[in-house]
């Protein structure tokens, strides 16, 4: 049988993105430790509504640690205390009878709050279009197996495609820097054949759109990769660094003006 809880929660609550916000204290009664901590979440909301009172606005879709929208910090850490994991696969286990949670957004200018714990990320989505795609010719398409490329390059490839785009590097980092994100979706057409038309345009293109974008320059503190949920590494912010000032010095002619 599972145990079960009582929790203090001290929620960010916000109307709109002009409102001033404050936390609010809601208690969360007979909380299942096999609970995930959106069903918690869910729980917590079924009472407030019976109650006659607003729940609790947040971010989540997919449930399974795919699509990136559950963006909470949870006693002052992206997506709670462990590692490798979005908020929707945290359980109620991890924490303990009596305890006090502290649930709050995404902070960062570029990502204004909606409501409560919800935020407008539409700016990695503008972040992408500027520079995050591939163009080839129109027709039947090759075979997988007629572009010869190394395992270790694949493997890095795929590993930086792994970006879900969830936002907890920007949350994690003093600056609200979103290197690691940027730097994940250039790694990942640098890295391959088919990504080399674009090459030196996306760099300059999409790591121009992160600075309009209004994102902090990055710390160098490695906050992002720790508290990456799909494990993006440092390294790839070394390459998007390499592209970035390749494109603006050496390859200008081959990078189109925005």
Known sequence: MSAHMNLTLKVWRQKNSNDKGQFVTIQAKDIADDMSFLEMLDVVNEDLTRKGEDPIYFDHDCREGICGMCSLVINGRPHGPKYGITTCQLHMRSFHDGQTIVIEPWRAAAFPVLKDLAVDRTSFDRIQQAGGYININTGGPQDANDILIPKRVADEAFESATCIGCGACV????????MLFVSAKISQFALLPQG????????????????????????????????????IKLTNIARMNREYFTAKFFRQEDVHQH
């Open 196 to 231: 080399q038309t674009e090459r030196y345009e996306r760099a300059q293109a999409m790591v121009d759109q992160m600075d309009a974008e209004g994102f902090g320059n990055c710390t160098n503190t490695g906050a992002c990769e720790a508290e990456c949920p799909k494990g």
């Open 171 to 178: 949350a994690a980092c003093k600056n609200a820097s979103a």
